[in-house]
């Protein structure tokens, strides 16, 4: 059970949040999709192998996970005993929520934060392993999701092979600027409005 709730609905955002992310971003998805393409070449699917080759498409999914962290507050946690952060006293018994979303986009460690822009992360050593704190939408310790291998990778090919098999267009009449990024409420954050997209099949073209 607790791979289906932590598994299934996490992974499926993610999915959504770097369409997202990309089709308003053109550029950051004309290089995704030529990095897959150039790589992979005409065998017609990306298979787990291949997934060492593409290093923008892993920028592209840290980039995802930066600004649209599927669980934004990680889970609840209590405190086992009296602490200080910082001049706050927090007790002990205390349900505490890390703000894990506002952290990815704090301006005193990030670079234009609002921005999806993938190369910040081509030539940086901040990892998605909990180690930076400025950055842990796997949260961070000894109760971090313990999924997050199997979680990058079925993420990573999934998108990949949307990426490598179809160009994205929006709905007719739908400008890049039309696409919000608005929220539903819930502790996994969904993208309030469906994202609609037309796929062209690139592999017949
Ligand atoms: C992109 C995919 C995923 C993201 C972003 C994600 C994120 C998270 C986060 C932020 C936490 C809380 C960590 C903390 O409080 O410090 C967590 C916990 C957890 N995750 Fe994931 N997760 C993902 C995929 C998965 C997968 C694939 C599984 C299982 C197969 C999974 C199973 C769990 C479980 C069981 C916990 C609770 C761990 C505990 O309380 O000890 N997650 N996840």
Redesign the pocket.
């Known amino acids: 059970m ?2 289906f ?3 299934t609905d ?2 499926a955002a ?1 999915i959504i949040w770097a369409m997202t992310g990309l089709i308003k971003t053109p550029n950051a998805m004309k290089k995704v999709q030529e990095e897959i393409r150039d790589q992979v070449g005409n065998k017609g699917r990306v298979d787990e192998d291949d997934l060492g080759k593409l290093p923008y498409l892993k920028a592209v999914l840290k980039e995802t ?1 930066r600004l649209y ?3 934004p507050l ?2 609840p ?1 209590e405190t086992m005993k009296s602490c200080v952060i910082e001049g706050y006293e927090i007790q002990p018994k205390i349900i505490v929520y ?1 703000n ?1 979303w506002a952290i990815a986009r704090d301006a005193e460690y990030w670079e234009n934060p609002t921005e999806f822009w993938p190369e910040r992360f081509l030539n940086s050593s901040v990892d998605i392993k ?1 180690q930076d704190f400025e950055f ?6 000894r ?6 291998s ?3 990778a ?2 990573e090919l999934a998108l990949a092979n949307l990426l490598y098999s179809f160009d994205w267009e929006l709905a007719r009449g739908m400008k890049a600027e039309d696409i919000d990024t608005d929220v539903l409420p819930g502790i996994t954050m969904h993208k309030k409005n469906a994202l609609c997209l037309v796929p062209r099949n690139y592999l017949c073209t």
Request: include cysteine; charged fraction near 5%.
């Open positions: 607790n791979i709730v932590g598994g996490t992974s993610t996970l962290p599927p669980t990680l889970l946690r890390v894990a909990g842990i939408p796997f949260g961070s310790g109760r971090n999701c313990p999924g997050m199997l979680g990058l079925t993420v």
